[in-house]
């Protein structure tokens, strides 16, 4: 018997088993929040005395006892009872009787999904957040002990000028702060308190819902209560957008090492435990870790598109629609929490080739050098330039390789003290 069947017919199986979906098993993630939402709720019914202090007092033991399952992983949603919203009231009822029955006074599962939703959200950002210092910390100090490493630079895959694996370490570091700046953006999005909505119009009750707000931790409510429904989805996209920014870095980054680690640029050793090998080809040491790692993040950019999809053309108010949007966001969070686990120690175990620059195909890279060096001499750029380029096309450029070249201009400054506070100053935000 569902929370909301009144005694009439039976539904069809079928439809039943489609209309559930995956909320079995995509509402354990959440379980754990509804219960704590739903105790912030029955403290505060009990405050505005819809509640008396003995029923309270069961209500909150009845909860506790429901968390603690939760958390020992022996929570089922059982057959036919929709999500865990319901199994936790049907949970309450069992053992309380009457009481049990009390908890939904003044309440929706609209906006019990939504502050389960915000409180899992929160918690996984910070989870995330906190993986992006790791690896943010990670990346510095491979970027300060390869700042004199010389690197050949790219530009439209051709050989440009002198660059230092210092700084592409780096680069990757600095990446990370305006990635965690859009992780920031969606953790205060999640940061509002939906409950007391209701179904998304409010109750009759006087609920304290400043009361609620301040027991579970939000910055504020979402004080309209229409615009507190219509948070289901913007803020899944807040969160999606933050996760597709940072994708979009790691599957960078994996590209250049599956790029640079082949024989072909021998820029870097990849850590054999972290390479797979080929059932005929002997010497095969793939960079499999790296190629996964791209695969999934170009597949998490997507993730804003696809809930942007799913919302596109819903009008104010809850709609089932809606509970499909938990499959992208626990996905989501999941996959890059995967990712960044594994980046971590993919990384740690990747060496860098220091003599890159002595082969010939890179006397080229000096070029712009070579100009400056003239340029040095009084000679205007546009003329140096000319001069230069004209050794380069009759053959007769010789390279000078000035090593001493990395300590100079742009590539020598690593700026690693100005980069690590700015990543702290965003990282604030979570450290609350
Ligand atoms: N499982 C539902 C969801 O994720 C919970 C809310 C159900 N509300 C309703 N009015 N049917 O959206």
């Not at 009845?62 to 059982?78: A, N, R, T």
């Not at 939904?104 to 950002?125: C, I, M, P």
């Amino acid at each position: 018997m569902k929370l909301w069947q009144k005694g009439a017919p039976n539904i069809d199986e079928l439809f039943e088993r489609f209309t559930i979906g995956k909320d079995p098993e995509l509402d354990m993630e959440i379980a754990a929040y509804d219960v704590i939402a739903t105790k912030a709720h029955v403290e505060m019914l009990a405050s505005i005395s819809l509640l008396s202090d003995a029923e309270t007092k069961l209500l909150v033991a009845g909860l506790d006892e429901i968390y603690e399952s939760v958390l020992q992983k022996k929570f089922v949603i059982e057959e036919g009872i929709e999500d865990c919203h319901s199994q936790i009231e049907l949970l309450l009822t069992r053992k309380l009787g009457e009481v049990g029955k009390k908890v939904h006074s003044g309440r929706s599962r609209n906006d019990q999904v939504l502050v389960a939703l915000k409180l899992y959200a929160k918690a996984e950002l910070e989870k995330i957040a906190f993986q992006v210092r790791l690896l943010f910390e990670l990346l510095q100090r491979k970027s300060d002990a390869n700042k004199n490493v010389l690197m050949p630079g790219y530009t439209h895959m051709q050989v440009a000028m002198p660059s230092s694996f210092g700084l592409w370490f780096g680069a990757y570091a600095e990446s990370l702060i305006d990635d965690l700046i859009l992780l920031k953006a969606a953790y205060q999005i999640a940061d509002k308190n939906p409950l007391g909505s209701a179904a998304g119009y409010g109750s009759s009750f006087p609920l304290d819902r400043e009361k609620t707000t301040r027991d579970l931790g939000f910055r504020t409510p979402n004080y309209n209560v229409i615009y507190a429904q219509m948070t289901r989805g913007k803020m899944e996209k807040a969160c999606a957008t933050a996760i597709s920014s940072l994708a979009a870095t790691l599957a960078k980054f994996s590209m250049d090492v599956c790029t640079y680690a082949g024989q072909d640029f021998g820029f870097f050793k990849l850590d054999p435990k972290f390479t797979t090998g080929s059932s005929i080809m002997p010497h095969k040491q793939n960079p499999d870790g790296f190629e996964l790692v791209r695969a999934k993040c170009n597949q998490l950019q997507s993730l804003p598109t696809e809930l942007q999809l799913i919302l596109t053309n819903l009008n104010t108010g809850y709609h089932r629609d809606l509970q499909i949007l938990k499959e992208s966001l626990v996905k989501g969070f999941q996959t890059m929490l995967d990712c960044l686990a594994v980046m971590q120690v993919m990384v740690g175990g990747l060496k860098v080739s220091d003599d890159l620059i002595e082969q010939n195909k890179y006397d080229l890279l000096f070029t712009v050098e070579e100009v400056n060096k003239r340029v040095l001499k009084g000679i205007p750029f546009r003329d140096a330039y000319k001069e230069v380029g004209a050794l380069v096309n009759s053959g007769k450029y010789v390279a000078e390789r000035e090593v001493s070249h990395s300590h100079l201009g742009s590539i020598g400054n690593l700026a690693t003290e100005q980069i690590k506070a700015a990543f702290d100053l965003e990282f604030e935000a979570f450290e609350r």
